[in-house]
């Protein structure tokens, strides 16, 4: 499990610590603080964040307005807004945009939650929630190289490499990851779709696997080293299509 990476944009040191702490609680992983653009662009061409929470009014040649269009067109990560200020002129600038979120100081912990998970499903490919299920069913979400998905109030993100296998339980699927496991509410035809195809697919009514991990192949199972699944018989010849292998 990899933590989400939070890049904060925030010209008041004391506020942008605040909101550090309160990521940190919320399971993120802060890349860095920047008090204007500049500091912005250099920590963005060092490390690409999976959110960017820009504060509107920054010191420097450009606002967060700017830098955010900046950053809207050049990495494909969820934008957050944060600002003192809602009057109509600013939500209409901020708008042509197009941010993901919206948040208004002064926030608590569970506002930035809220503007947070907004702003992740606003942006990603959203597997929504299945018929009949809870308001604390999983909504999984697809963004770049991950999936992100709901487990006690926070968004856990899962890079595509880190997952490993995945078995179905009626509407459950557990999640087989390099270092830990997931119990999460979806089925898993719904899950595998929304996976890169040339990577995740799905061997058994009750298993898919992460192609990447597979170490060997016969007629009836797959291998992910010492990890055995068994292949269907009807999903027997797209295995082999897709891999383009004569068993």
């Known amino acids: 499990m990899s933590k989400i990476k939070t890049l904060i944009v925030e010209d008041e040191l004391i506020i942008a610590e605040d909101m550090k702490g309160m990521l940190i609680e919320l399971g993120h992983e802060v890349i860095g603080i920047a008090t204007d653009s500049d500091e912005a662009e250099k920590i963005l061409a060092l490390e690409t964040p999976d959110i960017a929470m820009i504060d509107i009014h920054l010191k420097g040649k450009d606002d967060g307005i700017s ?20 009057d109509r002129d600013t939500v209409e600038r901020a708008k042509q945009v197009r941010p993901d979120g919206y948040i208004v100081k002064p926030f608590a912990k569970e506002d930035l939650y809220t503007a947070i998970e907004i702003a992740v499903f606003n942006h990603g490919k959203v597997q929504g929630q299945l018929p009949g299920a809870d308001k604390e069913a999983s909504v999984n979400i697809v963004m770049r190289d991950s999936i992100f998905i709901r487990k ?5 993100k899962i890079k595509f490499d880190d997952l490993v296998w995945i078995k179905s339980e009626m509407n459950y699927l557990e999640l087989f990851c390099r270092e830990n496991k997931h119990l999460i509410r979806s089925t898993l035809k719904e899950f595998i779709e929304r996976l890169p ?3 995740f697919l799905q061997v058994h009514k ?6 990447k991990h597979m170490t ?4 009836t199972h797959m291998w992910l080293k010492n990890i055995q699944i068994p292949i269907g018989r009807s ?13």
């Open 197 to 199: 195809a040339d990577m």
């Open 216 to 219: 060997a192949i016969d007629h």
């Open 235 to 247: 999903y027997l010849e797209s295995v082999k299509r897709k891999l383009n292998l004569e068993i």
């Open 206 to 211: 009750s298993y898919g696997i992460n192609l």
């Open 152 to 156: 006690d109030h926070m968004l856990i």
């Open 67 to 86: 830098l955010a269009g900046m950053v809207r067109g050049k990495y494909d990560i969820p934008l957050i807004f944060v600002t003192s200020y809602s």
